[in-house]
């Protein structure tokens, strides 16, 4: 039982770092909101209670520090400054391994926490730091005490009785008693009264409740400040002679107020005399900031988080799974209904044409599910290029933009390392350092540009830095010393950028932490044509680079072409395909010994043989007269040449991996309504491998060729 509420701890740490993660960023960004240093601040006392709930000593001790500071800044004691910021930035990373750490286990960096620790502590005012203490367990969860003016000592009467989800929670009543004996002498007595027979018991209720009886000099606040990580899980009362002594002054300062003194002297019939305190006028009593009254119920419904449930991805996978399946069957039983020998099947394809409209909202519905913005993500890189920049000694900053993009969970899952290792490159190659920035009349710090968005069925992910952009000479000297080219090649600026991508290329002059070990911009690319896209650079330099990541919305359903390649049934994405024709032999025209060009609308493109470029044939004078029109990532275009277009529908994909290993022009494949297998291609690897489209620089080919 404790487990899964340590597990339950821990998932709801990860929204609490996100959120705190969005709230430094845009304290980052200028943005310094009273409301966003008090999102942060609950982000980290939550935290922090919760983990002294489970002894997690060394995250609580931290987190003390670090709310400490925010308490400071919400209060008005602290300004923020550059230094204090990147303090800030390198305590909540921080922060984040320490409940990494307790979460998988592991030990943390000590020389750096001890570092954050010290730089934290020159923050907090001495006199504060004597004054406020950390409790053992749930008492965590209490924030700074403030200064104490009233040593006035006071006896308060405490009623408290946990609810049975308090329990579920993981929270136990002896840790606040615990914290509430550090603030003076504490007598406690448990009232059993309505514990029930033995036949009436449930173990899932809560019976018990204490009476307590505190002498402190601490103020109400502090009592409550006990209680308030368990707000809402329990029935609370505080009561005290004291509190009973300042209700009745302020009724006699409000009574004096308008007159209304039972020992003034006079004849004039006073006023009708206050007999409670709540309804005084703000113009004469104003009420403390700390007590502003609560917003009405309905707003705060209105404002609050939308409600949420936890799943288990493995149930949602075997959901996914079971719709996978249902678009088979229906393809199965479309297929069945077609090859009927019947007159008069309209009735049965008009249902099965429902049955087909709910399969897919079935299945829309499910990807919803798994779908999940890039926000978090976006945010894990920040930390990234802090830590690339610290490294480097070089000052970068990203901009996110499109963080509410949603794609699959498991997409999100992969594309993480492909993201870093860029960044990194970014910062460690791209951008200059300070002084070669201000030479160049640019600002000392460099931007590194991180966007999303859906483009045409897709997900769209580019990363753009303002830096010196690729050294194209350099580059290509380095791949003719490694032997990856030969030494005589004519090589286009875009063929030069992508030599990048190259298994054991490097740029670095020398071993470093970040590069130049020759392992990197290859994985990026493996990593990214695993999950089904493909990546792109290009390149200003002097301006900076681009790399552009296009990868399919989901990892499990897709729209596609079906299409017949030398006697075979293969799919081909519909996000690849800009149209389809049926091509003439007008329109075919030969571009040298080896190449084929289609005239559309006054605009040649190169034809590609698809099934010459799978190796499933030989290349013949005259290609197939069926057409798909693709465009790759460079904004080139190119014909697809295949021997005819069955259906357009929709398709179950079926990973490869493990099975039949990495196939060139093979993304993946399908089962078909017959039972038979397909395969799903991949159009820009089927370009790069085609003899009859092969040539980077086929724009200039073709204008040799019809200058000739």
């Known amino acids: 039982m404790s487990g899964s509420i340590q597990d339950t701890f821990f998932e709801e740490c990860e929204d609490l770092l996100e959120a705190m993660d969005e709230g430094l960023t845009a304290i980052e960004g200028g943005e310094h909101d009273q409301e966003v240093v008090n999102a942060i601040f609950r982000a980290v006392h939550s935290i922090k209670g919760g983990a002294g709930a489970f002894g997690l000593d060394e995250l609580v001790g931290f987190a003390h520090k670090f709310e400490t500071v925010f308490d400071e800044l919400r ?40 570092v954050l620790i010290e730089a934290l502590a020159k923050y907090i005012p001495e006199e504060e730091e004597d004054l406020t203490f950390e409790p053992m367990g749930l008492g965590g969860a209490m924030a700074p005490m403030p200064l104490i003016e009233d040593t006035t000592e006071r006896a308060y009467e405490i009623r408290f009785q946990p609810l049975k989800d308090m329990y579920g929670t993981g929270n136990e009543p002896f840790f606040l008693f615990q914290a509430l004996s550090e603030l003076g002498e504490l007598s406690v007595r448990l009232n059993e009264s309505e514990l029930p027979g033995f036949d009436a018991f449930d173990a899932d209720e809560s019976y018990l409740a204490w009476d307590l009886t505190l002498v402190s000099n601490e103020p109400r606040s502090a009592i409550e400040a006990v209680f308030e990580f368990v707000e809402g899980l329990c029935e609370l009362t505080i009561e005290s002679e004291a509190d009973e ?4 002054d302020a009724l006699a300062a409000l009574n004096a107020a308008f007159g209304t003194d039972p020992d003034a002297s006079g004849d004039a019939a006073p006023a009708a005399p206050f007999e409670e305190p709540a309804p005084a006028p703000e113009a004469v009593v104003s009420a403390p900031v700390e007590e502003k009254a609560s917003p009405p119920k309905a707003e705060t419904a209105k404002a609050g988080p939308k409600p949420t449930l936890r799943v288990d991805l493995e149930r949602v996978d075997r959901l996914i799974n079971a719709v996978g399946e249902l678009i088979i069957n229906h393809s199965m039983l479309a297929q069945q209904i077609a090859n009927l020998d019947a007159g008069d099947v309209r009735e049965v394809e008009t249902e099965l044409e429902g049955f087909k409209n709910l399969a897919r909202d079935i299945q829309e519905g499910v990807m919803s599910i798994r779908a999940q913005p890039v926000k978090p993500l976006f945010q894990r890189m920040a930390r990234i290029v802090r830590e690339a920049s610290s490294a480097t000694g070089k000052t970068a900053k990203l901009v996110t933009e499109g963080e509410a993009t949603e794609v699959d969970k498991t997409v999100i899952e992969r594309l993480s390392d492909p993201l870093t290792h860029i960044l990194r490159n970014a910062v460690d190659h791209g951008i200059e350092k300070p002084e070669d920035r201000a030479a160049a009349g640019k600002s000392n710090a460099g931007e590194i540009r991180l966007t999303a968005s859906h483009r045409s069925g897709s997900v769209c992910i580019e990363i753009r830095d303002d830096g010196a952009g690729v050294n194209r000479p350099r580059v290509k000297q380095i791949a003719i010393d490694k032997g990856l080219i030969p030494e005589n090649a004519e090589l286009t600026d875009n063929e030069i950028d992508n030599l990048l991508f190259l298994p054991g290329f490097s740029t670095a002059k020398e071993i470093s932490n970040l590069s130049g070990r020759g392992v990197g911009m290859d994985v990026v690319k493996n990593a990214v044509t695993g999950l089904g896209g493909r990546i792109n650079i290009s390149s200003t330099p002097g301006k900076g680079s681009t790399f552009t990541i296009i990868l399919p919305l989901t990892l499990a359903v897709m729209d596609g072409m079906v299409v017949s390649v030398a006697d075979q049934t293969m799919v081909v994405p519909i996000t690849s395909i800009v149209e389809t024709m049926r091509g003439s032999d007008e329109m075919i025209n030969n571009l040298g010994a080896d190449g084929t060009l289609l005239s559309i609308r006054g605009n040649f493109v190169p034809i590609c043989d698809v099934a010459d470029a799978l190796g499933l044939r030989q290349h013949y004078d005259q290609p197939p007269g069926v057409y798909l029109l693709v465009e790759t990532e460079t904004g080139q275009r190119s014909a697809l040449a295949v021997d005819d277009i069955y259906d357009q529908r929709q398709v179950v994909i079926k990973s490869l991996d493990g099975v039949c290993g990495n196939i060139p022009g093979v993304a993946a494949a399908t089962i078909l309504g017959d039972g038979k297998i397909a395969m799903i291609l991949d159009p820009e690897s089927i370009l790069a491998a085609s003899p009859s489209a092969a040539g980077f620089d086929t724009d200039r080919r073709i204008s040799n060729a019809i200058a000739s």
């Open 75 to 114: 209060s008005g004691k602290l300004e923020f400054d550059a230094a204090l910021i990147q303090l800030l930035l390198r305590s909540s990373d921080h922060l984040a391994d320490l409940v990494a750490t307790a979460r998988d286990g592991g030990t943390t960096d000590e020389a750096h926490h001890d």
């Open 245 to 248: 002594a300042e209700d009745t």
